[in-house]
């Protein structure tokens, strides 16, 4: 294998790791398109080198770009992550997953290419790196190869996914308690028996004789409705 080729797939297989993991750490399955996209977006930033895959591709913009910024400058850059993330929130949903993909290459870059690095907070020419593997060496070669192991975790385990989602905190729904319903209101039916003075008179009950010491309803109470 090349070095342009084993570089090309670790930065690949890295920015894939963002929507498999993504999608799994909520049970998902991520879609061809996004796959794909991702994929492009890991190699993007190096359309500033005519030699890269990318730059091959298009050589011409590539060539214009490695002509007045040079390699791993301006594409390699925070101000293109934020310019790359705001276009995209315009118009996707999915542009945190995009742009942690294109940001994978430059972490990447950070880490393998000798003492080279990126000039991340370009265009200050100072370059920020996290290690020196050299590229196409054994190092970067065992690097792609946990990439890929990464990759397919997710579907050799399948609990893994169900592990991931438990570990992301999720917000407590209250449960709804049901609201008291007022009591149903009995219809009771009276009957008034020797009627002679309806002020002194009782009322009871149908069937029900009164005696020593009940309660029973007021009469002025319910004069007016019987009356009525």
């Known amino acids: 294998m090349t070095l342009s080729r084993l570089h090309s797939l670790s930065h690949i297989l890295l920015a894939l790791l963002v929507p498999v993991w993504w999608s799994a750490a909520y049970g998902q399955r991520p879609s061809l ?21 990318v730059g091959r591709l298009l050589p011409e913009l590539s060539r214009q770009i490695e002509r007045y910024v040079g390699h791993r400058t301006l594409t390699h850059s925070l101000l293109a992550v934020g310019f790359l993330a705001g276009s995209l929130a ?21 880490l393998v290419g000798g003492n080279i690095g990126v000039t991340l907070l370009w265009p200050l020419s100072q370059r ?60 009771v039916s009276m009957r008034i028996d020797h009627v002679f003075d309806i002020d002194t008179e009782i009322q009871v009950p149908v069937g029900h ?20």
């Open 128 to 187: 920020f790196k996290l290690g020196h593997i050299n590229s196409a060496s054994r190092g970067e070669l065992v690097l792609t190869s946990f990439f890929g192991l990464l990759l397919i975790l997710p579907v050799l385990a399948p609990t893994t996914a169900a592990q991931v989602q438990a570990m992301i905190p999720k917000q407590s729904t209250p449960t709804p308690t049901a609201t008291p319903r007022p009591p149903v209101p009995t219809l």
């Open 90 to 110: 315009l118009v996707t949903p999915d542009w945190s997953i995009l742009t942690l993909a294109y940001a994978s290459h430059i972490v990447l870059d950070m």
């Open 33 to 53: 398109g996004l796959l794909a996209i991702c994929a492009w977006l890991g190699l993007l930033p190096d359309i500033d080198s005519q030699t890269s895959t």
């Open 209 to 228: 004789s009164p005696h020593n010491g009940q309660l029973v309803p007021d009469p002025v109470h319910w004069r007016p409705t019987l009356i009525a």
